[in-house]
Every structure is written in structure tokens, then in C-alpha cells.
């Protein structure tokens, strides 16, 4: 069949018409037998002959031969035509929510027939064949081309990060990727139903056995996953500190103080979560990803959510297979601490010196600390990746999920390497010139840089006054307590000082016994006053001399009514205080939920989870609204939902309250923190702008050393009498030479502009399988560089889209002919 379709492709390739209902037999060749089938058509459905001539071994590569696809694999009655095939295969990898369901429905529709269930099932037949040849006919070309090697496609997953070019600078990190778990693709796993105690329960399995594999190298298997759930690895992690290979990698900087962030991350083990996995046989999968987008692996999550064995394998893999790379994982702490601690991991992490990485988002539910040492914005190297990729992808994978949700797990997997294949050729490599160019740095009219890092100095500085009270407030409270204890003692002898008790002699019922006793109580009291502002007064004096205080506070003094305040409500001022310290910590997650183009839903659903794993804010909160009840008067109370509206810290109104008002703080505006990060990306701006430099260049190199290895293919087979093969590589060269116009168009304008610094000039690969030799242009090429202008004014040089289309289109037809032959292409 796979050679009848490889016919079938060459016979049609020529006529214009693309692939027809049906393709006639030659009429000088000899029928033993027709056949009547169903012929199943997008317009029609007709019953025709079917030929089988001399040298037929099967019907059913005779059904192919002539552009139909059986339904059975001996004496099928019904066949549908292989462009209908093709025309759901592209539908349903642009729509995945189409489906063979309503794919076939239609067809009815169009027919005029009822549904009836059989025809969807003739149709997935047909569907599966269909898509086994085109995995033959693509293994066919991989062979002929030799790139059939193992883990050639990973080797060359994508064309700027893992195609090499001579002479360019070696990045800080080389490679950067992402990994992440989702569980939008789970399969239900089909059970018996059972009953236990009048409850209804999962029973055994009732899936039918197929043994089927998906095609292509994207899925690692379950066995390989499996190899790393090993047993007592909470253990192994809590003794890394005691490893010999952690002394090798303190020596090499791989290792980093422990930021007590970790521990938080743990996998959801709610009876929910349980009850859940419990009904699905995937309950998700997880993919790694290059940072332009392309799939480099997949791997699916088997009853379970993101348990460590799924990156750990990744990480592995990608170690083994690419060398140096790093990473992003939103819960990098714990996984780089689990590959230090893993014994077939961690040497291979140190020899391929492993960098694990948080993104930009996850990167803020961590602590400040751990923030600070593994999100992308602060890490060297890494210039302006996010780490979210995996994000961007899950959200357009989801629409896979209505139609493998209840699908075996054969044909699960096969919808899924199908999309991922035509997603990485399709979409990625066609948007890949567009991330480049929008990855270019833009003027943010900052004037001074350094102003950045005194707010985060200062922004440092008043989370740690807000960890305990300022020893200089202690001693103002602690002065004023003295100053009101100097004054009740100095009210204390003023008010005894000139008390005594007269003796009249002579007087009826005067005791002079007694009269004396009460003198000596006075003068007793008086002088116990008298010690008592002597004590007063000088820890006043001490205090003063403390704190700089030359005449003593007064009750109409600032200073007075400032600390009076202070010391009436100390527990309130620190719960306040606390309270201030949490929101800070949390502000990136709480301005997300306000964030400009954050719908409403997704606001609600940030808040959510946010008050799910935001437990210490909660706390605080139900601590300050005790206290601030109990204040006299009351103070308002705040509520969970308050505090997650609150976009920025100059909106918290209650800061008023705080030590320090630090709403006029040009680091707690909303301008100030939105150019926050800015300041930090800018910081990354030489390293992202080298990286895109390289990048580029690799990628235009690719461009022309593809293109000319494949002509040189296709001539190749053609001359040694492979002509089907020769057109499938032909075919292949057409799928990537279609967006060579565009993806030329977008560098060139790109080149033009301002301060660009890089080349668009192919340069020469360090992988020797694409070199093609060709002879050398006969005129000399301008380099397109940021030094080499195009001459002319500025009028002149304002092209249109057009004619950036026409100089890109010259300047391929120029590379093409460019030589690599010993030559400097960037001289020529």
C-alpha cells in the first residue's frame, strides 16, 4: 500500500489538478478482475469499478493504486477517496476540536443520508491506514536522506538553537528549554461498573488490546518512565548535603544556598485530586520544549499528577542527547534540588553543567530569595526568555482534548504526535523568523538605570524594617514611656511636697503619738516620690543621650503625639506591619489579577488560587482584623477579597496606618514597579540581543543549507532511477521552501532597522551533512549589516512590504548561488 500511494503521488504530481476522485489504470495494461465498491467522495458517494490488473498482490494496495482508501483489508465494500482524507487530516490539525464525529456527519449532510454509527468506524479504518502509510512514506525519505539515526529530529529540533555556525560567540547557556506537566489531555480509562454496598465503583478494565505505537519519536515509553519512580527518593533528596558530588559542584558554582522555598511545593494529594486520577488512565502529559516553541519530547502522566520521574527523565533525556542546556520548571527549587540529590542524575548534571530555571510567572509564587537566585529576569545568561513556553502551547494543545478525552490509547497518542509534528512545521518554524524579530529590544527612556537599583534597595530595606520593630522606634517608645513615668513621679512630689499635718496644742482629740506616725507615712512618701523622679529623670537623661535629645518632648510636640500614637496600639502597628510585609512579598501574583487584558474569569480563578496556597496572608489578615477590633476607636477590618483587588501597594489605604507611609514611594507607584522589571529585562538586553544575533545567523544558514541539500537529495535519487522517493523529498523541500519568502522578507526589514547588530548572511555550519557544493556568485554581495547601509536618503531607503518582498526574494536567489567552499560568506 505504502508503494501504491508512493505511485499514486508521483502519477498526480504533474497534472495540476491535485489528487482526483479516482485515478484510471492505463488501457494497455491486462484487468483480471473489477470489483464494485462504494466509493465515498466529498461531493458523492457512487459505486464504481475496481480494476485489478496483472501484478496486484493485494485489493486493498489496488484500492490505493487508484486514489481510494479501503475500509477493509481484503474484499471491502466501501472505499473513501484519499483527498477526503487529506482534506480532514489538514481541518483537523488546523480545528482539533473537529473530529471524525462531525467530520463524517457532514459528509452525510452533504450525501443527503442518515448518520448511521458504522460509517464513523469505516472512516477511522480508513483514517488510520491512511495516516500508517504517510508514517512509512516519511520513514522512506529519512532513510534516503540519512537522518533515520536515533534522535536525529531531537538532534535537530529546532534550526536556531541547535544549528551550529562557525565562528560565532558560545552563549553563557547554550541551550535554554522549558517542561511542564498539563492535565487538559486526560483519557478516561474504560472500566466496568460495578457495585459495592449500593454505591457504583470503577470495575476492571475493559480496554481491547492493540499494540499499535503512535509514529515518530516524540513519546518516550511508559517502561522508560517507570525506570525513574524510585522508591524512597524524599529520603535520597533529605541527605544530598552528605553527596561527594556536592563538594564537586559547590567547586563549580552548580550549587546554591537552600531558600527554603522547596518544601512548599509538593503534588496535590486531595481526596478530589485522588478520586480524579482514579477515572482517567492519562491524566495528562508532559512535554519539553526548546525556547522558539519546538517539541523536543513528550512523555505522558499515567494516573498521577506531576511526579518527579516525569522531568527527572526529560532531564536525562535532553542531558544526554543535547549536552548543556537549562531548563525552566515552575517548581525549579524543588527539581534542581532533587537532580543534586538523584544518584543517576546528579553527575550527569555536573558534567553537562545542568542549569535549572523558574519562568517569569511561576517565578513569583516562590519566596523573594528563591526568586532572586532562579527567575529567568535575574539569572546571566538567559537575556529576555520568559521560561513560559509550555503555557503558550497548553493553550492551544487544550482543543485536542474533546476528541481524545474518550479515545483509546493508541489513537490518543497518535492525534497528539500528528498535531505536534504539524504544529512544529506549520506554525513554529513559520512563526519562527516573527519571534526573532519581536524579540528585538525597544527604547524604554529610562534615564538613569541606577535609579532601579536604589528602589530595590529600598524596597529591601523596608521589608526588613517590617520583619521586627526599628531599634530607634524602640527607644522613642521607650523614651516617651519614661518621659510619662518622669511626669506622673514630678505630679507625685508636686503634690506632696508641701503637704503636712499641723499640731495645735491645747486642741480636743489631738494625739500627738498618732500625728506623729502620719508625718513620718508623709515624709516617708515624700521621699519615696523624691527617688522615684530621681530614677525617672535619669533614664530620661540616658535615653535622651541615646537618641539625640536635647530638650525634653512636650505634650503639644510632634514627637509626643507621633510616638504617643505608637505606644497606645503596638500590637496593632505590628500586626499592621506583618500584614504590609506578606502583600509586598506577594505583590507580582496580586497585580496579575488586575492586570491590563486579564479577563474577569481569570482574574477570579488567579484569586482562587491564590487563596488556596496563600495561607500566612490569610492568617495575617484574620490577626489584624482581631486586633484592629479591639481597637479603640475600632479600626476597619479586611477581607480576603479586599486585599486581591488591591492592584497595587499605593492603592492599600490602610498603609496610612503603617510605621512609614510608603505609598509616596516612587518604588510602590504603579509606575515604578510596572519599569521594575523593564530595568531587570534591560539588564539581559546584551545577552538577548548576542543570542538573537546567533540565532539569526543560524537560522539563515539553515534556511540556505536545507534548501540546498535537499536539491541535491532530490537530484540524487532522481539520477540513480528513485523517482517516487525523489518527489517526496521534493515535496519535503516545498513544505519548508514555502515560508522562505516570508521568513527572508521579515529578517531583511529587520536588518534595516536602527541599531541592529547582527548578520543576515548565511554563514557555514559546523554539521557537514547539509554542505552542498556550488559554484561562487560572480558579483559582489553587499552585507546587510547595521555598518553597510543601503545607500541613497532616507526617502529613498523608506521601503514599502512590497519591496522588502522583492529584496528578500533577490537576496535568496543570491544565497542560493553563494558558495561555502573554504569561503568567508560574510566577505563575499
Known amino acids: 500500500m505504502t508503494d501504491a500511494y508512493l505511485a499514486l503521488s508521483l502519477a498526480t504530481a504533474d497534472t495540476g489538478e491535485g489528487l482526483p476522485s479516482a485515478v484510471k489504470s492505463p488501457e494497455d495494461v491486462e484487468v483480471q478482475e473489477n470489483l464494485m465498491v462504494l466509493v465515498v467522495d466529498m461531493f458523492s458517494a457512487t459505486r464504481q469499478s475496481l480494476a485489478l490488473i496483472h501484478g496486484d498482490s493485494y485489493v486493498a494496495s489496488a484500492c490505493v493504486r487508484q486514489g481510494w482508501m479501503p475500509s477493509a483489508p481484503s474484499i471491502p465494500t466501501v472505499v473513501i477517496t484519499i483527498r477526503v482524507l487529506e482534506v480532514y487530516r489538514v481541518a483537523d490539525l488546523r480545528c482539533p476540536r473537529l473530529g471524525i464525529q462531525v467530520f463524517v456527519r457532514t459528509l452525510c449532510d452533504i450525501h443527503g443520508v442518515a448518520p448511521r454509527r458504522w460509517l464513523g468506524t469505516q472512516f477511522s479504518v480508513a483514517f488510520d491506514v491512511y495516516l500508517a502509510i504517510q508514517a512509512r512514506v516519511d520513514s522512506h525519505v529519512q532513510l534516503a536522506l540519512g537522518r533515520d539515526t536515533p534522535h536525529w529530529r531531537l538532534k535537530n529540533a529546532c534550526p536556531c538553537c541547535l544549528y551550529n555556525v562557525e565562528g560565532e560567540p558560545k552563549l553563557k547557556i547554550t541551550f535554554i528549554g522549558t517542561q511542564d506537566g498539563n492535565n487538559s489531555l486526560s483519557r478516561f480509562a474504560k472500566r466496568e461498573r460495578e457495585v459495592v454496598d449500593e454505591t457504583a465503583v470503577p470495575g476492571a478494565s475493559k480496554e481491547q488490546g492493540d499494540d499499535r505505537v503512535a509514529p515518530g519519536d516524540y513519546y518516550l515509553p511508559r517502561e522508560e518512565v517507570d525506570k525513574w519512580a524510585k522508591e524512597g527518593l524524599e529520603e535520597l533528596v533529605k541527605t544530598f548535603g552528605s553527596s561527594s558530588t556536592q563538594e564537586e559542584m559547590e567547586a563549580k558554582g552548580g550549587v546554591e544556598e537552600e531558600e527554603g522555598c522547596s518544601e512548599r511545593w509538593q503534588n496535590m494529594k486531595e481526596d478530589v485530586t485522588a478520586r480524579a486520577y482514579g477515572m482517567y488512565d492519562e491524566t495528562g502529559f508532559f512535554p519539553a520544549l526548546c525556547r522558539h516553541g519546538f517539541v523536543l519530547i513528550v512523555v505522558d502522566m499515567v494516573k498521577s499528577g506531576k511526579l518527579y520521574k516525569y522531568p527527572l527523565l526529560i532531564t536525562a533525556h535532553i542531558l544526554n542527547v543535547l549536552g548543556e542546556v537549562g531548563l525552566a520548571y515552575d517548581v525549579r527549587c524543588k527539581h534542581g534540588k532533587t537532580v543534586r540529590a538523584h544518584p543517576a542524575l546528579r553527575q550527569l548534571a555536573l558534567d553537562k553543567n545542568f542549569r535549572s530555571l523558574v519562568g517569569a510567572f511561576h517565578g513569583h509564587g516562590h519566596n523573594r530569595l528563591c526568586g532572586l537566585r532562579n527567575l529567568m529576569t535575574y539569572v546571566e545568561g538567559v537575556g529576555l526568555e520568559a521560561g513560559e513556553g509550555c503555557e503558550i502551547f497548553f493553550s492551544k494543545s487544550k482543543a485536542l482534548a474533546s476528541t481524545t478525552r474518550y479515545a483509546s490509547r493508541f489513537h490518543r497518542q497518535q492525534s497528539i504526535t500528528t498535531y505536534l509534528k504539524h504544529t512544529d512545521t506549520f506554525d513554529t518554524y513559520a512563526n519562527l523568523s516573527l519571534l526573532l524579530c519581536n524579540n528585538t529590544m525597544r527604547d524604554l527612556g529610562v534615564e538613569s538605570r541606577d535609579v532601579f537599583e536604589m528602589w530595590l534597595a529600598a524596597e529591601k530595606a523596608h521589608l526588613l524594617t517590617l520583619s521586627k520593630e526599628p531599634e530607634e522606634e524602640t527607644l522613642e517608645m521607650e523614651y516617651f514611656q519614661k518621659l510619662v513615668n518622669l511626669r506622673d513621679a514630678e505630679e507625685r512630689v508636686t503634690a506632696i511636697i508641701g503637704v503636712q499635718i499641723p499640731f495645735i496644742p491645747g486642741e480636743p482629740h489631738t494625739n500627738y503619738a498618732e500625728m506623729a506616725k502620719a508625718t513620718q507615712r508623709i515624709e516617708t512618701q515624700r521621699r519615696h516620690a523624691l527617688e522615684l523622679e530621681m530614677r525617672a529623670r535619669v533614664a530620661v537623661q540616658d535615653l535622651e543621650i541615646s537618641l539625640g535629645v536635647d530638650v525634653h518632648w512636650r505634650p503639644e510636640d510632634e514627637n509626643w503625639s507621633r510616638v504617643s500614637a505608637m505606644v497606645r496600639s503596638p500590637r496593632y502597628q505590628r500586626a499592621l506591619d506583618h500584614l504590609q510585609g506578606l502583600i509586598i512579598s506577594r505583590m507580582f501574583e ?190 559582489p554581495l553587499c552585507p546587510l549589516r547595521h555598518d553597510a547601509a543601503p545607500p541613497g536618503n532616507d526617502e529613498e531607503n523608506a521601503q514599502s512590504d512590497d519591496d522588502e518582498g522583492i529584496l528578500a526574494g533577490a537576496f535568496m536567489n543570491i544565497i542560493h548561488i553563494t558558495g561555502d567552499d573554504g569561503a568567508d560568506t560574510e566577505d563575499t
Not at 687 to 705: A, G, H, K, P
Request: overall charge positive; glycine content about 4%; proline content about 5%.
Open 590 to 779: 496580586l497585580a496579575k489579577c488586575n492586570m491590563s487584558g486579564t479577563g474577569y474569569k481569570l482574574r477570579k480563578h488567579i484569586a482562587k488560587a491564590l487563596q488556596a496556597r496563600s495561607k500566612a496572608i490569610k492568617t495575617a489578615i484574620e490577626r489584624y482584623n482581631d486586633i484592629a477590633e479591639a481597637m479603640t476607636p475600632p479600626k476597619p477590618s479586611l477581607t480576603w477579597l479586599e486585599v486581591v483587588e488591591y492592584a497595587f501597594l499605593a492603592d492599600f489605604d490602610l498603609l496610612r496606618e503603617g510605621r512609614e507611609d510608603i505609598r509616596g514611594q516612587p518604588w510602590a507607584q504603579p509606575a515604578g514597579r510596572a519599569a521594575m522589571d523593564p530595568h531587570f529585562k534591560l539588564l539581559r538586553a546584551d545577552e538577548e540581543i548576542q543570542r538573537l544575533n546567533v540565532e539569526i545567523r543560524c537560522f539563515v544558514t539553515y534556511i540556505v543549507d536545507e534548501e540546498a541539500f535537499l536539491l541535491r537529495e532530490e537530484e540524487h535519487l532522481r539520477m540513480e532511477g528513485n523517482e517516487v522517493i525523489a518527489h517526496q523529498v521534493r515535496l519535503v523541500r516545498m513544505e519548508r521552501s514555502r515560508f522562505t519568502d516570508m521568513h527572508m522578507s521579515r529578517l531583511v526589514k529587520l536588518s534595516r532597522e536602527p541599531g541592529f547588530t547582527g548578520c543576515i548572511l548565511p554563514g557555514t555550519s559546523l554539521s557537514r551533512e547539509r554542505h552542498t557544493p556550488v559554484m561562487q556568485a560572480s558579483s
